[in-house]
């Protein structure tokens, strides 16, 4: 069976390139990956196989970061996991579709399997790899959030929050690449998704109110552009957790 078309936000004509990354980096995409236009399918098995791929690095994740905690004299409180699809009621409220959110209210990170399921299939077409990587930085992202607020780092702004989440996502990409357990092209998947989920551009009305409610609406929920939210990843990526958690909120 196929689950109905989805288009997830921001992925029609998305195409990656390395441009705005111009500084050495320890890994970096090798060149711009094919345009992917239109909806995207996905199928029973695209899920099954997003679901396993997350659940095989969730237990990775958790354990790393236990680790760390360890040895910064602390102690982490491993988040719950729970897919999803379409909406669902959470302690946070209702988890829209297409979405991926970190729950602090029940320690749990929620996820929409088919957006996640769309998200590897759109990294694997534009890429020629399998864009397993792509869905697993999602699930690095919320993990962070998990990781930032139970280290009291918590800002005021959400960009501020989102930065230090994509930044941890990259430190958690830099151990698994010292560890051995990336396959080629995985680095390349992971900044491909980075470069699929920037904050959309506003179109400006012309009406000063309505602009300025537009922007404040932006503000308050900013992940950041493409560039930045690629540049935070390669931040972690390169420089690992302390360099996400070098200032106080």
């Given amino acids: 069976m196929t689950h109905t078309s989805r288009l997830v936000h921001g992925l029609a004509g998305a195409a990656l390139t390395i441009a705005a990354l111009a500084a050495p980096a320890s890994a970096l995409p090798t060149g711009p990956a094919r345009p992917v236009n239109g909806p995207v399918r996905v199928t029973d ?15 990775d994740l958790a ?6 905690f360890r040895a910064m004299g602390a102690s ?13 009621l959470s302690a946070c409220g209702v988890m829209a579709e297409d979405n991926a ?28 790899t399998d864009g397993d990587m792509a869905a697993v930085g ?22 501020s929050n989102e930065a230090t989440a994509d930044c941890l996502a990259g430190a958690f990409a830099q151990h698994a690449q010292q560890s051995g357990e990336l396959e080629k092209g ?33 503000a308050r929920s900013s992940h950041g ?5 690629m540049n ?15 200032r106080q909120p």
């Fill in 63 to 68: 354990n790393w970061w236990q680790n760390t």
């Fill in 101 to 128: 959110e970190y729950c602090p209210n029940n320690n749990t990170i929620y996820y929409d399997e088919v957006f996640v399921a769309g998200m590897q299939k759109t990294a694997a077409d534009a890429l020629g």
């Fill in 76 to 88: 982490f409180a491993t988040p719950h996991i729970a897919r999803y699809e379409g909406r669902v």
């Fill in 138 to 159: 999602i699930i690095a992202h919320e993990m962070g959030h998990a990781v930032a607020m139970q280290l009291g780092r918590e800002y005021r702004d959400s960009y």
């Fill in 225 to 229: 552009t493409r560039d930045q939210r």
């Fill in 186 to 218: 995985d680095i390349d998947e992971a900044f491909y998704g980075m470069s699929l989920s920037g904050d959309p551009t506003p179109q400006r009305t012309g009406n000063r109110r309505v602009d300025a409610m537009i922007q404040a609406s932006l």
């Fill in 45 to 59: 098995r695209d899920i099954q196989a997003v679901n396993q791929k997350i659940a095989s690095a969730y237990g």
């Fill in 232 to 246: 935070n990843f390669k931040t972690g990526l390169d420089g690992g957790p302390a360099a996400c958690l070098d």
